[in-house]
């Protein structure tokens, strides 16, 4: 399994409800399947990933995360899981409240634009960085929303997002001193864990 979508299997309980938004191929919710007995359901738009999650056994459905959550009732799930795709959705931060209106819990991960890599591209090349964790051109990218970690924890802040926990990685998905000292320039990642609106 990914590195990536094995820490967030790490933090999602046996027998849980999850929702998993643009799933893929269903990876992640197969695992959870069989290691943890949860109760899965992924949303996914592209049809070739559908189909490879009916043949895993992954319950999907086909739809598109622009058109909201409507269709889920408030808590109809423990944890609601959106994986690098935050910055490719129209209205992040709508996302983010119906994320926590039909889960209890969210776990977003996203690529971090202030990461040292990013800063020295545009620095000494003058344009925009294609890397690991930004593999895309500037004309081809399905990444609309680009932030850092500071961006996005000013946002939960503004929209009272509780932030329960949160850890940065490296481009590979590991952790290390510097990271967790300077996260918005040595993270590559983050893996942000959130609770409903504080009060």
């Given at each position: 399994?990914?590195t990536?979508?094995?820490i967030i299997?790490?933090l999602i309980k046996?027998g849980?409800?999850?929702l998993?938004?643009?799933c893929?191929d269903?990876?992640?919710?197969a695992?959870?399947?069989?290691?943890?007995?949860v109760n899965g359901?992924?949303?996914?738009i592209?049809?070739t990933?559908?189909?490879?999650?009916?043949?895993?056994g992954?319950?999907?459905i086909e739809?598109?995360?622009?058109?909201?959550l409507?269709n889920f009732a408030?808590?109809?799930?423990?944890m609601v899981?959106?994986?690098e795709t935050?910055?490719?959705?129209?209205?992040?931060?709508r996302?983010l409240?119906?994320?926590?209106r039909?889960?209890?819990q969210?776990?977003v991960t996203?690529p971090?634009?202030?990461?040292?890599?990013c800063?020295?591209?545009?620095?000494?090349r003058g344009r925009?960085?294609?890397?690991?964790h930004?593999p895309h051109s500037?004309?081809n990218?399905?990444?609309?929303h680009?932030c850092?970690?500071?961006d996005?924890?000013r946002?939960?802040?503004?929209q009272?997002?509780?932030?329960i926990?949160?850890?940065?990685?490296d481009?590979?998905?590991?952790?290390?001193p510097?990271?967790?000292?300077?996260p918005?320039f040595?993270?590559?990642?983050a893996f942000?864990r959130l609770?409903?609106?504080?009060t």
């Amino acid at each position: 399994m990914r590195t990536d979508l094995a820490i967030i299997a790490d933090l999602i309980k046996p027998g849980a409800r999850v929702l998993d938004l643009g799933c893929g191929d269903g990876e992640l919710l197969a695992h959870l399947q069989e290691n943890k007995h949860v109760n899965g359901y992924g949303l996914e738009i592209d049809p070739t990933n559908i189909t490879t999650c009916i043949n895993k056994g992954v319950n999907v459905i086909e739809q598109n995360l622009d058109a909201g959550l409507q269709n889920f009732a408030d808590a109809s799930f423990d944890m609601v899981v959106m994986t690098e795709t935050l910055q490719s959705v129209k209205a992040p931060d709508r996302l983010l409240h119906e994320m926590l209106r039909i889960g209890q819990q969210c776990i977003v991960t996203f690529p971090n634009f202030a990461y040292w890599r990013c800063r020295a591209h545009l620095a000494l090349r003058g344009r925009m960085p294609v890397s690991t964790h930004l593999p895309h051109s500037w004309y081809n990218t399905p990444n609309i929303h680009l932030c850092t970690f500071k961006d996005f924890e000013r946002l939960c802040a503004e929209q009272n997002l509780n932030i329960i926990e949160r850890f940065m990685v490296d481009a590979g998905h590991s952790t290390r001193p510097l990271i967790n000292r300077f996260p918005n320039f040595f993270g590559a990642f983050a893996f942000y864990r959130l609770g409903k609106e504080t009060t």
